[in-house]
């Protein structure tokens, strides 16, 4: 069973960065789509990008276009979100998710088999 893990949320002031990461343990993701969701309080739960098996097909938000990169590292298998020029808006649970193997992840959450607890990013105005 593939267990995942986020880290690098926190407190930052608009215009800043982050870094997400998110840990796959139990089992290789090298095979699967991956993904990142964000939740704000009172809100649905809304895709933000997606990586295909080879890290060279990717997909957006159009909120985030252009300031958020999503990438991975299947040796280590790893997950990434960089986050730059973050506004207030971006604040949110960020949660990570895995399809299952050789399948179609993109933006329907229901494609994905396998979520993170998710990492809280608060950005300041």
């Known amino acids: 069973q593939v267990q995942l893990v986020e880290s690098g949320g926190g407190l930052v002031q608009a215009g800043g960065s982050l870094r997400l990461t998110c840990t796959a343990s139990?089992?290789?993701?090298?095979?699967?789509?991956l993904g990142w969701f964000r939740q704000a309080p009172g809100k649905d739960r809304e895709f933000v990008a997606a990586?295909?098996?080879?890290?060279?097909?990717?997909n957006y938000a159009d909120s985030v276009k252009g300031r958020f990169t999503i990438s991975r590292d299947n040796r280590k298998n790893t997950l990434y979100l960089q986050m730059n020029s973050l506004k207030p808006e971006d604040t949110a649970v960020y949660y990570c998710?895995?399809?299952?193997?050789?399948?179609?992840?993109?933006?329907?959450?229901?494609?994905?088999?396998?979520w993170g607890q998710g990492t809280q990013v608060t950005v300041s105005s």
């Open positions: 998710a895995a399809s299952r193997p050789f399948s179609i992840g993109n933006s329907n959450a229901g494609n994905y088999a396998y």
């Open positions: 139990g089992g290789t993701v090298s095979t699967n789509a």
């Open positions: 990586i295909g098996w080879s890290g060279g097909s990717t």
